[in-house]
């Protein structure tokens, strides 16, 4: 249960909010390089963290990450014509480059000085592994570029999928840290062939899969100087556990939980709006070329052009009830899918003061009080982002004798523990 005001704080992120502040000082997925693949072509619109912006590939190639409206008169410049090397507004014909400086105003004398005095608003943005990322906050506090363990990896393992989440980015994010709902709403209920780099078909886990038998799991959350490593721990056979972890890489990157073999699985929150969420995943396989029908297949989200859902709260994620009696325990077809029922039925920003958390919450409990912390100023992070190994973190579990203890069976590498505060709570 979260106080109201708590619960504003943590949910609201447009510019000038805290958590909004907090969020534009770190790098974001902004869309697939596949959505603005040609020079010159449609300029996308985007909206971020509350903003409404573009972003478009200019004639040599180049990405500019835009306020949508001109400067002008406040016209849409999704509409203007992109050649040349800029962005003209289809209005008057004022022309910006991707850095927003204004190159042409036609309208005016041909004397005026005005166009030095005009800029487009505009961000930092980097490409990297097909994907375009943009930098939202002030540029003299611009970081470095965060390098995560899959950006090491060739294109052909790798796939990656935006979809427009229909609710607040804290409902989905703390949904990723739950490991005790997989037994649940991810349960297929009859063991499957299922190839063994993927963790579920489309109907769900086997039941056999250390997510999903044994629940509830005993959990752990660790402080690390990324953020917290959440430790499930359940019963694999009589002689031994199964060892599982999910990474919450503040303030809003995971590594969901993945057993050694498993392709592995890295997420962003990113909020698009107080009331939606563009959910990034990257699915990766660590040595070969991915299945990536298979991982589509099983993750079930079918969009539209605008990265909507077609099964969706407007026709219950198409869920079967006769899929319930021998296929799944929740009746949806689509892990991901199964994912999106269970957050957006919350509504768009959950009431957490009606809440009532159990046990099996601490993984959230920790991550809401560390957002909380810093959001507030309570407490300073060891270090920044780019001040540590992301290359060499993914989630791995793994297993082993039940005379271990999970500091034993799945240790934190040192360059991820902290120098000072090396608590951690369990239940
Ligand atoms: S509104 Fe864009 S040029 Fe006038
Ligand atoms: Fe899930």
């Known amino acids: 249960m979260l106080k109201t005001e708590d619960n504003k704080l943590l949910t609201q992120t447009d510019a000038g909010t805290p958590m909004g502040e907090l969020f534009r000082k770190y790098w974001i997925p902004v869309v697939n390089s596949n959505e603005i693949a040609e020079p010159n072509g449609k300029p996308l619109k985007i909206k971020i963290l509350g903003e409404d ?9 180049k990405v500019g990450l835009v306020d949508e409206k001109c400067p002008h008169r406040r016209t849409s410049l999704s509409l203007g014509i992109n050649a040349d090397c800029g962005l003209t507004c289809i209005y008057h014909g004022w022309k910006f480059d991707v850095e927003g400086n204004c190159l ?23 490409e990297k592994n097909g994907i375009i990322w943009g930098y939202l906050g002030p540029k003299e506090s611009e970081p470095p570029f965060p390098e995560f363990y899959w950006m090491g990896l060739p294109d052909d393992q790798l796939i990656s999928e935006r979809v427009w989440q229909e609710c607040n980015y804290l409902q989905v994010m703390e949904n990723d840290v739950d490991y ?38 005993k959990q752990a959350v660790e402080n690390t100087n990324y ?7 359940g019963v694999e056979d009589e002689d031994n556990f199964a060892f599982m972890e999910i990474h919450y890489i503040f303030p809003f990157y995971t590594f969901p939980p993945r057993m050694e073999g498993e392709d592995g699985m890295w997420h962003a929150f990113i909020p698009r709006d107080d009331h939606s969420t563009w959910s990034w ?29 077609l099964r969706n709260l407007g026709n219950d994620y198409e869920q079967d009830r006769d899929l319930m009696i021998d296929g799944n325990y929740s009746g949806i077809r689509g892990i991901a899918n199964q994912d ?51 290359k060499k973190l993914f989630s791995c579990g ?16 040192e360059s991820f523990q902290l120098g000072t505060d090396k608590h951690f709570e369990e239940t």
């Open 104 to 126: 042409d105003i036609p309208s005016e004398p041909a004397e005026s000085k005005m166009k030095k005095a005009i800029h487009l608003k505009s961000y930092s943005v980097q």
């Open 281 to 309: 995943d990257v699915q990766f396989s660590h040595n070969k070329p991915i299945d990536g029908a298979g991982q589509s297949q099983r993750r079930g989200l079918i969009l539209d052009e605008n990265f909507r859902k």
């Open 227 to 233: 953020g917290k490593r959440c430790i499930g721990v």
């Open 180 to 217: 005790v709902h997989a037994a649940f709403l991810h349960k297929a209920l009859n063991e499957q062939n299922i190839s063994s780099e993927l963790l579920s078909s489309d109907l769900g886990i086997n039941p056999s899969h250390p997510l999903v038998k044994n629940p509830p799991v």
């Open 53 to 61: 912006l573009l972003i478009f590939r200019d004639s040599e190639g």
């Open 340 to 390: 999106h029922a269970v957050t957006e039925t919350m509504g768009p920003i959950v009431d957490r003061s009606k809440e009532h958390l159990g046990t099996s919450d601490l993984p959230l409990i920790h991550i809401r009080r560390m957002l909380l912390e810093q959001v507030k100023g309570l407490k300073k992070k060891e270090k920044e982002l780019h001040e540590i190994p992301l």
């Open 398 to 413: 793994t297993v082993d004798s039940k005379t271990k203890t999970w500091r034993e069976a799945i240790p934190l590498q």
